[in-house]
């Protein structure tokens, strides 16, 4: 597999390490070989080493004692990223409610029918992407940029989970759904209703992944 060399190296590697890492392919606790790796993309160790260390910074790769290991989530620690999580998503929301030009609301609403167009085709990447997205609009009117860097770092450390709840097409429904409920109440200056909104999207992402960890 060779990489495209119009745009520097270590974003195509990491792009497509974090595909590997959230599609499956490279597994929880896999010791990651950049010897391996390198000959895979055919690259040198420098524009590697930085990509994974993109990587590191977003929780999903671990350095140990002897070697890099994708991270593995446990039970309690899914539990407590989604009680930081509920947290973060429902501050935001109080931050952005009056923030949100109305002209700015057909670009979100897009991204969710770009959802849905691949949730028929059937693309569990492109939909744990436009998902992702979707969040990432809202949190592109948060002022506090802690916060957003907190959020950052929890919703990366909660993508593997996400990547296999967005395996199932009853989900990705469900979870569409929610998004639109969200982005109504928003539209609509509904502080109570969005906040509300949000809960019970969180409610029932923890849910959907608390299933995968049976």
Known sequence: MGLNFAEPLYQQA???LKQLILTGQLQPGEKVIMSKLA???KISRTPLREALRQLQTEGLIIQ???CMRIVTINKGDFLDLFQSRMVLEKA???LIIDKIPDEDFPMI???LAQTEKAIEQGDPYQILELNTQFHEKLLNY???QIMIQLLNHVRSLLLLYRATINKKTKNNYEIVYE???ILSALKSRDLEKALRMMEVHMENDQKRGLE???
């Open 142 to 144: 948060c002022p506090n």
């Open 14 to 16: 990491y792009r497509e």
């Open 92 to 94: 935001v929301i109080e």
């Open 212 to 214: 995968e960890l049976k």
């Open 39 to 41: 000959e895979l993309y």
């Open 179 to 181: 998004h639109k409920e």
């Open 109 to 111: 609403e897009e991204v």
């Open 64 to 66: 140990d004692h002897t």
